[in-house]
């Protein structure tokens, strides 16, 4: 796997590798090399991947991404990280409620920013707050 994200890299696609990644085990992967592709050409859905699943942290692909300047493509990326992680909190069973309790509050420090143009789904939002309701 290490030559094919390698190959991948070296042909400029790196945007299939975001694509790619979480559809592979794991296991497969060199995390370093994934997670050092990931920070420096943005794919954040590679970076959830391999931290969630490999690492089972679930916070540190989000920060990882904080200190991104606040141009119109940061604030672009930093909504797509916010609804990856409204729908990952949905979809996803493998949350205790400490770790549903950490995003929510990450995420909520997030849309409360004052530099910040973000805002998240509603229906999501509230999917969310049911789900850490019950538990």
């Not at 694509?19 to 497969?28: E, G, N, Y």
């Not at 997670?35 to 989000?62: E, W």
């Not at 309790?101 to 998240?120: I, V, W, Y």
Request: hydrophobic share 45%; charged share 25%; net charge negative.
């Amino acid at each position: 796997m290490k030559d094919m994200v390698r190959h991948y890299d070296d042909q400029g696609m790196t945007e299939l590798l975001d694509d790619l990644i979480p559809h592979l085990d794991v296991m497969t992967l060199d995390l370093h090399q994934v997670v050092c592709l990931s920070r420096q050409h943005r794919l954040c859905d590679a970076l959830i991947f391999v931290f969630n699943k490999g690492m089972s942290d679930y916070i540190t692909p989000i920060e990882a991404f904080e200190d991104l300047e606040q141009d119109e493509q940061a604030i672009e990326f930093h909504q797509r990280m916010i609804d990856i992680l409204l729908q990952v909190m949905l979809e996803s069973t493998d949350f205790s409620p400490s770790q549903i309790g950490s995003l929510f509050t990450f995420l909520a420090r997030q849309l409360a920013k004052a530099e910040d143009n973000l805002f998240a789904n509603r229906q999501l939002f509230h999917q969310v707050c049911a789900i850490a309701a019950a538990d």
